[in-house]
C-alpha cells in the first residue's frame, strides 16, 4: 500500500477583489516508503500549496489525499492533530526555529505538544541533535548558530515524533552549496532509513539527488520520473505515544517567552501593579481607619453590656424631613428635646419593654438606667462655689472600675460621683465631702445634700457629670411623688462574645445602642462609603492596566505569528495556542498582583511608622484577605485582557502565519 495517494488534488484560492485564482490544477501520484521525492517547478507553480495540502495545513482542496488507506478529508479535528504529531515532519527553508527556546526544546516541541515526559523528551532531543552532529551546541539558542546548523535543528525537530512522511519545503534554499550537500545527503539518510521525503525545489542540482522528480507548472504536474534506486531499510517506527499537552506544560512554555522577553513583560506587570496597590491601598486604609474609629470608641466601654435606649421619634420616623409640615417638624423638636433632657414620655422603658430585653437569649441580667441632659438647671454647690451639671446619670456595670480615678461608686441613697472636672471646680479634697445639689425633678425643683464617694474621669466624656445610684434616683423622684421611668437598659451577658449578637436582637426589636455606638456606627457607615468611593476611583486605572496588557499581548501575537504557524504544523490545537497565551495572560497577572501587593505592604509599613510617630495610630491594616484579593484581581483581569489576544492567535491560519515574513 502506498504511503500517500494524491487523486486529482486541486486548489482555488479565492482573491480578495472577489475574483479566484486556481493554484492547483489536479494533480495525482503516489509514493511508497523509502522514496525521496525532489517536487521540481519555477517560483509560483503550486510546490508549497501542494505540500501545505499533503501536510494537512490546508485542508481547503479538492481531489483527495490518501495517507495510509485513510482520505485526509474524512479526518476529524483530533485525528488531524495526531496526523501532525505523529505521521508528517516539516522542515522549512527559513528554518522557522523558536528564538528563544534552546536547541533541546526546539527539536522536542512536538514532544512538549503530545504530553511526553520531560525525561524521554529531553534523552530523545539529545539523541537527534547527537545525530545531526550539534551535540555541542544544544543548550544554544538558535541565533547563536549558522544557517547550516540551524537546518540540522529543523531535521532532527522533524524526526523527534518518528513521523513516516518528512515535508521539506526548499529546506537548502537558504544555505550554501557546501552546506547544501550536507544537508541533502542526511535527507536522503532520512529516506534511507524507511521513510517518504517530499522535498520541494527549485534546483536542479538538489533534484538530482533525489530518487524521483515531480515537475510542476502552472499547478499541474508536467513530468513524474524515477531516476535513482535508492535502497531502504524498513521502518521500524518507535512507537512514542503522543497525547494532548497538558496546561502545566502551557504555562511553561509562556513561561520561557516570558523569561526571553523579561524587561517588557516585568514593565508591564509594574505598570499594572500601580491599579492594583491602590485598590488594595485604599481598602486597608478604609479598613485601619475604620477599625482606629471603632476601637477608640469601644475602649470606653465595658465589652460584656449591651446598653439600650428607646428610639427618639426621630428615628423611628422615614418620613423625609422635606415633606414635613411646619407643624409636624415643631413637634418633632419638642420631642427630640425631650429625649435629650430625659423627660420625654416616649423615651421612658415600660415593664413590658424590659421584660422583652430580659428574654434576649443570652441575657443573664439586666440594670435600669436614667441619664438626662440638662442647661443651667441643675447645679452642685460646696462652700460658696458652685458649678452646672450639664448630665445627670445613674451607675451602671458599664462605668469602668479604672474610669474611677478617686474614691469608689457611690452605694446608697445619698451617695453620688462627680466628674474630676467639676470637682476640681469645686476645689480640692471634695472626696467623701457633702455638696449641694439643686436638681429638676420632673416640674419640681429640688435642692439637697449628697456625699461625693468617687471620682469619675473618662476620655470620652468631657461633660460636668452627677452619677447617682438608681435606687438613689428612684427614692428622690419618689419623695417628691414623681415616677421615675428608666430611660437606660443595660443588658450584661457572662461572655463577651455574645454581646454582638445581643447588640443585633437590641436593634430587631427597634431599639437603639448607646449614643457613642450610633456615632461610631454613622462614622463607619461614611468611612465605609468613602472607601468604596475611593476604592472604585483606583480601580479606574485598573481599565487602563487591562488595556495595556491587551495590546502587549496583541503585539505579542503579531511578532509571534510565525512561531504559531509553526507550532501548528507540529500539531498545536487551536486550544494549545490559546492556553499558551492565556498562560502568559496569567503570569503578567500575577506578578503585576504580587508586585501591586509587596508594594502596598512596603507603603503600608512606612505610611503607619509615620502615622505611628505622628498620631499614635496605624492607619493602613494590611490584611492577608486584601492581598489574596489583591493577586486574584490582578490574575482575572490580565485574563480578562488576553482573551481577545488568546483567541486571535489560536484562530491564525497555519499557511498564513508561516509565509508571514
Ligand atoms: P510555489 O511554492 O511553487 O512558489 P505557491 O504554492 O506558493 O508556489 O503558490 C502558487 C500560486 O498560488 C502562486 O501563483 C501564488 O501567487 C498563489 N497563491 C498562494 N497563496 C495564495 C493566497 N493565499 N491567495 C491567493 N493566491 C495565492
New binding site residues.
Given amino acids: 500500500m502506498p504511503v500517500m495517494e494524491l487523486k486529482n488534488v486541486t486548489k482555488t ?3 480578495a477583489g472577489g475574483g479566484t ?1 486556481e ?1 492547483l490544477r489536479g494533480i495525482s501520484a503516489s509514493f511508497e516508503a523509502g522514496e525521496l521525492v525532489a517536487i521540481v ?12 495540502a499533503i501536510g494537512g495545513l490546508d485542508s481547503d482542496f479538492g481531489g483527495e489525499i490518501i495517507y495510509e488507506g485513510k482520505n485526509l478529508r474524512n479526518f476529524s479535528t483530533q485525528e488531524l492533530v495526531d496526523y501532525h504529531k505523529k505521521s508528517i515532519g516539516f522542515i522549512f527553508q527559513n528554518f522557522n526555529l523558536i528564538s528563544h527556546l534552546n536547541l533541546i526544546d526546539n527539536v522536542s516541541m512536538a514532544m512538549t505538544l503530545s504530553n511526553v515526559s520531560e525525561d524521554f523528551r529531553k534523552k530523545r532531543a539529545k539523541e537527534l541533535l547527537r545525530k545531526v552532529g550539534l551535540e555541542k551546541h544544544m543548550y544554544k539558542k538558535p541565533d547563536q548558530i549558522s544557517g547550516g546548523q540551524k537546518q540540522r535543528v529543523a531535521i532532527a525537530r522533524a524526526l523527534v515524533n518518528d513521523p513516516d512522511v518528512i515535508i521539506a ?1 526548499e529546506p537548502t534554499g537558504a544555505l550554501d552549496a557546501e552546506t547544501t550537500d550536507t544537508i541533502l545527503d542526511m535527507i536522503r539518510e532520512i529516506a534511507e532509513e524507511g521513510k517518504l521525503v517530499l522535498m ?1 525545489t ?1 534546483s536542479d542540482k538538489v533534484a538530482s539527488h533525489c530518487s524521483r522528480v515531480l515537475r ?1 507548472d502552472n ?1 499541474e504536474l508536467i513530468s513524474d520520473e524515477q531516476q535513482l534506486d535508492l535502497e531502504y531499510t524498513e521502518n521500524t517506527r518507535e512507537d512514542i505515544k503522543v497525547k494532548n499537552m497538558s496546561m502545566w506544560k502551557a504555562i511553561k512554555l509562556a513561561f520561557l517567552n516570558m523569561k526571553a522577553k523579561l524587561g517588557r513583560n516585568l514593565l508591564v506587570a509594574l505598570g499594572s501593579s500601580i491599579g492594583i496597590m491602590s485598590v488594595v491601598l485604599m481598602l486597608a486604609l478604609g479598613k485601619g481607619v475604620t477599625s482606629y474609629v471603632s476601637s477608640t470608641m469601644k475602649s470606653y466601654t465595658n465589652p460584656n453590656i449591651t446598653e439600650v435606649h428607646k428610639k427618639s421619634s426621630t428615628q423611628q420616623t422615614t418620613k423625609n424631613p422635606q415633606n414635613m409640615s411646619r407643624e409636624e417638624i415643631a413637634k418633632q423638636q419638642q420631642e427630640n428635646m425631650a429625649a435629650l433632657t430625659g423627660s420625654g414620655t416616649n423615651t421612658g422603658f415600660t415593664k413590658k419593654d424590659i421584660e422583652k430585653l430580659s428574654k434576649i437569649k443570652h441575657v443573664d441580667r439586666y440594670q435600669k438606667g436614667y441619664s438626662s441632659f440638662s442647661l443651667g438647671t441643675n447645679t452642685v454647690k460646696y462652700n460658696n462655689k458652685q458649678a452646672s451639671l450639664m448630665m445627670l446619670q445613674t451607675m451602671s456595670d458599664s462605668i469602668s472600675k479604672s474610669s474611677i480615678v478617686e474614691g469608689k461608686a457611690p452605694k446608697n441613697n445619698h451617695e453620688i460621683m462627680l466628674d474630676r472636672a467639676t470637682a476640681d471646680l469645686l476645689g480640692k479634697n471634695i472626696l467623701d465631702k457633702e455638696v449641694t445639689l439643686t436638681l429638676k425633678i420632673g416640674e419640681k425643683t429640688i435642692t439637697q445634700n449628697f456625699k461625693v464617694t468617687g471620682l469619675y474621669e473618662s476620655q470620652s466624656q468631657s461633660s460636668s457629670t452627677v452619677f447617682f445610684t438608681y435606687a438613689g434616683l428612684q427614692d428622690l423622684y419618689k419623695t417628691n411623688q414623681e415616677k421615675l421611668l428608666p430611660n437606660v437598659v443595660y443588658l450584661h451577658t457572662a461572655n463577651k462574645d455574645n454581646t454582638k449578637m445581643i447588640k443585633d436582637k437590641v436593634k430587631d426589636l427597634g431599639y437603639t445602642g448607646s449614643m457613642q455606638e450610633q456615632m461610631t456606627e454613622m462614622f463607619t457607615k461614611m468611612l465605609n462609603i468613602i472607601t468604596w468611593v475611593l476604592t472604585a476611583i483606583a480601580a479606574v486605572s485598573l481599565v487602563v492596566s487591562a488595556i495595556m496588557i491587551l495590546v502587549v499581548l496583541n503585539i505579542s501575537v503579531v511578532e509571534r505569528t510565525k512561531e504559531i504557524g509553526v507550532l501548528k504544523a507540529l500539531g498545536a490545537r487551536r486550544k494549545d495556542i490559546r492556553r499558551i497565551f492565556a498562560s502568559e495572560a496569567f503570569l503578567i497577572g500575577i506578578t503585576s498582583g504580587a508586585i501591586g501587593v509587596v508594594v502596598t505592604y512596603v507603603l503600608g509599613f512606612f505610611i503607619n511608622n509615620f502615622t505611628k510617630a505622628a498620631f499614635e495610630v496605624n492607619v493602613v491594616s494590611m490584611t492577608t484577605k486584601y492581598a489574596i484579593a489583591g493577586i486574584v484581581i490582578s490574575v482575572v483581569i490580565s485574563m480578562i485582557a488576553g482573551i481577545l489576544p488568546s483567541n486571535r492567535a489560536s484562530k491564525l491560519d497555519p ?2 502565519a508561516l ?1 508571514k515574513e
Fill in positions: 484560492y479565492k482573491m485564482f493554484a517547478g519555477e517560483s509560483g507553480s503550486g510546490k508549497s500549496t501542494l505540500m501545505n519545503d520541494v527549485h510542476i499547478g499557511v498564513e509565509r
